[in-house]
């Protein structure tokens, strides 16, 4: 099931993919949460996709590991993979630099 | 070597590679894992796709392909150039997961591979998949960069696959490096391994297949040579159990009539003849023969020459009688003369089979066959060589094959190599003696035929090519001036001897005439003997009687004439003497 994180003036929009209860899923979706709490908190969209309920939506993105996460706006769009954990370097990826 | 042992727990599936499934007894096993490793190059993507197009082609079986280091693009253009028609395939049977993380993918901590299983799964379902294939699962691997990781997510898609039922392929690169051999416990976690390998011998290109393990199914373990043909990966057969041709008792003149004779009838039709000796030995003047009798025969001939041009082939044989201009000029014979050029020993008998397909000869002559690699001994070059000479054998072309050796037992790459897959072996040799070389021809084996293991000299002259007897006097063979000599010598002794006996004769028979003339003496005497004898005893008779008519006479005579009765004794002494010489006389 998706889960959207919505607030208004979205400037970044992301998209995470995960595999059900897996940890390194389940670390990811805490890891992320914190850094978009921490650093995007004003303007983000964060969507959080398990692919054990929607398998067809990982081939349409061409997921090959999960977690995934997607950035999809603004462009470009970036693609980290991992539980995410490395919060620095997620947070400069999603930074664009 | 093949030891299929029942095993109730594995079913296999055909690959529909030739010869892969035949040394598994059946393919890779069903529902499970098949590892395929190699280097760069090797044949592994070809292998799985190939297994792949095979269950959707002929078992009708839905696949998935999964590519983790090229790109689908890619994958379908190389499937091209062996027929594939993948995207036709891909429509319904076939489905491409491009695998690959782009290398602008950041890395953020651990990840795993549930989320591609998962995508995986409901694409089998929806296809109705049967079979898979993880391309290139180290490069994944490598992303991992975390041994631990590593082998969980080995596992992962191992666990995968059994709960799956989906019979797996997964190839894996392999070399010599440090991080190759982390992935070493790929091969304990799968249920069938296979080792391709692409090595460079003498310049030489050789790929080869080794199925490692298989459990729960007895298989052949040798290292097979494989090829790269139009139709996908091959394994070159080997083995008798492969070999079925169309045996023919036909026999086919070999140019020399002696030699036919030698073979009891000549070549088998559809065999292959090799002929080895040093250089100058005639070996390429035996192939020109065979090449001329067999258009005397209207028979349609290549002559495949690496040595020389065919002018120089066609005057160089004219030289010792054999004529191959005419044949050549009503197109019955083809002459292609050509180098050994590039490293690949494949490619040569590859050009070699598209020249045998547009003329369509009878008879063929590789002249040398040699000159195709220096070291037929190598297995995938010998095989090579093998699978050339199977081919022709199917088409009932009969091959005179000729090859520089300088011995029968120093050249072992001959020896082992092409010798051992030759019908017929003749091996001409020089005999040096005495300061003169001569050519002595040996038939080494014949399969098939009875034939003589006598040695033959061969000798050339401008009148053509014979073969004689050779002559063994005092343990050695003579041939040439020795053998001329050794001749002559015998001829003057047997004069000698004729001679001596002549003189005999005429010894004997004069003895044998002077015994003859002393029997007539003796003969004669005794006559004469028996003669006086009769003499005596007629004379002893007459005496007696003499005695008592003498007495009457004389008592006559006392009244008559005493010099009659002398007178008459006197005759009858002479009447004796008349009749002893004509005894002599008669």
């Given at each position: 099931m998706a889960t959207r994180l919505e607030t208004p003036n979205v400037s970044l929009q992301l998209r995470l993919y995960v595999a059900g209860q897996a940890p390194n899923s389940l670390r990811a979706i805490a890891n992320v949460k914190a850094i978009c709490d921490e650093h995007f908190a004003a303007a983000?969209?964060?969507?959080?996709?398990?692919?054990?309920?929607?398998?067809?939506r990982g081939l349409a993105d061409g997921i090959i590991v999960t977690p995934t996460l997607l950035k999809l706006l603004p462009l470009p769009m970036r693609r980290v993979i991992g539980s995410l954990s490395d919060t620095e370097q997620v947070r400069l990826t999603l930074t664009g630099t | 070597m093949h030891n299929h042992a029942a095993h109730p727990s594995v079913t296999k599936t055909l690959t529909g590679i030739q010869g892969f499934d035949e040394i598994t007894g059946g393919g890779v096993p069903r529902g499970r894992t098949t590892l395929v490793m190699g280097g760069p190059g090797c044949g592994k993507t070809v292998f799985a796709l190939q297994a792949l197009v095979y269950g959707a082609q002929e078992a009708k079986e839905a696949s998935i392909f999964v590519a983790f280091e090229e790109s689908t693009r890619h994958i379908i253009a190389n499937a091209a150039t062996f027929g594939w028609d993948l995207p036709a395939l891909e429509k319904k049977k076939l489905f491409f997961l491009d695998a690959r993380l782009s290398p602008e993918v950041v890395k953020a901590g651990e990840f795993d591979l549930i989320g591609m299983l998962t995508v995986l799964e409901a694409k089998v379902e929806e296809i109705h998949a049967t079979r898979?294939?993880?391309d290139g699962i180290?490069?994944?691997?490598?992303?991992?960069?975390?041994?631990?990781?590593?082998?969980?997510?080995?596992?992962?898609?191992?666990?995968?696959?059994?709960?799956?039922?989906?019979?797996?392929?997964?190839?894996?690169?392999?070399?010599?490096?440090?991080?190759?051999?982390?992935?070493?416990?790929?091969?304990?976690?799968?249920?069938?391994?296979?080792?391709?390998?692409?090595?460079v011998v003498d310049g030489s290109a050789f790929r080869s297949l080794r199925v490692m393990k298989y459990r729960g199914s007895g298989f052949a373990a040798d290292e097979f040579p494989i090829t790269l043909t139009e139709k996908g990966l091959q394994l070159t057969h080997r083995g008798p159990a492969e070999l079925i041709y169309a045996v023919t008792d036909e026999r086919i003149s070999s140019g020399l009539p002696r030699l036919d004779n030698m073979?009891?009838?000549?070549?088998?039709?559809?065999?292959?003849?090799?002929?080895?000796?040093?250089?100058?030995?005639?070996?390429?003047?035996?192939?020109?023969?065979?090449?001329?009798?067999?258009?005397?025969?209207?028979?349609?001939?290549?002559?495949?020459?690496?040595?020389?041009?065919?002018?120089?082939?066609?005057?160089?044989?004219?030289?010792?009688?054999?004529?191959?201009?005419?044949?050549?000029?009503?197109?019955?014979?083809?002459?292609?003369?050509?180098?050994t050029r590039g490293p690949n020993v494949e490619d040569q008998f590859g050009e070699l089979r598209s020249q045998i397909q547009a003329h369509k000869p009878r008879c063929l002559v590789i002249d040398p066959l040699s000159a195709l690699s220096a070291k037929l001994a190598h297995l995938a070059s010998a095989d090579a060589a093998q699978q050339f000479l199977d081919f022709l054998k199917g088409e009932g072309i009969t091959v005179v094959n000729t090859s520089l050796m300088d011995g029968l037992s120093t050249d072992e790459a001959t020896a082992t190599g092409i010798s051992t897959i030759a019908d017929t072996w003749i091996h001409v040799s020089y005999i040096v003696h005495d300061g003169e070389r001569n050519r002595a021809l040996t038939?080494?084996?014949?399969?098939?035929?009875?034939?003589?293991?006598?040695?033959?000299?061969?000798?050339?002259?401008?009148?053509?090519?014979?073969?004689?007897?050779?002559f063994i006097a005092q343990g050695k063979v003579l041939?040439?001036?020795?053998?001329w000599e050794w001749e002559q010598e015998q001829q003057a002794a047997t004069k000698r001897i004729q001679v001596a006996t002549e003189l005999k004769r005429l010894q004997l028979h004069l003895a044998q005439a002077e015994a003859a003339a002393r029997l007539q003496v003796v003969q004669t005497e005794m006559e004469a003997r028996s003669a006086e004898m009769a003499v005596l005893v007629d004379a002893t008779g007459s005496a007696s009687e003499l005695v008592t008519t003498d007495r009457e006479v004389l008592r006559k005579m006392r009244h008559a004439d005493k010099d009659v009765r002398v007178a008459t004794r006197g005759r009858r002494i002479n009447g004796g003497k008349k009749h002893g010489d004509e005894a002599g006389d008669a």
């Open positions: 983000h969209d964060l969507e959080i996709v398990d692919l054990i309920e929607h398998p067809g | 898979i294939v993880f180290d490069v994944l691997l490598a992303l991992l960069d975390n041994p631990a990781a590593e082998r969980r997510e080995i596992y992962r898609i191992r666990d995968w696959l059994l709960t799956t039922g989906l019979t797996g392929v997964i190839t894996q690169k392999l070399g010599e490096t440090e991080a190759d051999r982390r992935y070493g416990f790929l091969q304990f976690m799968v249920d069938c391994a296979v080792v391709l390998r692409h090595q073979l009891q009838g000549g070549y088998h039709r559809g065999s292959n003849v090799l002929i080895s000796g040093a250089p100058g030995t005639a070996k390429s003047t035996l192939a020109g023969l065979f090449a001329e009798t067999a258009c005397q025969r209207g028979e349609r001939t290549l002559y495949v020459s690496f040595d020389e041009g065919a002018a120089q082939i066609v005057r160089n044989l004219q030289s010792v009688g054999i004529r191959l201009a005419p044949h050549q000029k009503s197109g019955l014979l083809k002459i292609f003369s050509t180098r038939i080494v084996k014949s399969r098939g035929t009875g034939h003589s293991n006598q040695v033959r000299e061969l000798r050339l002259s401008n009148e053509g090519v014979t073969l004689t007897d050779v041939m040439g001036v020795a053998r």
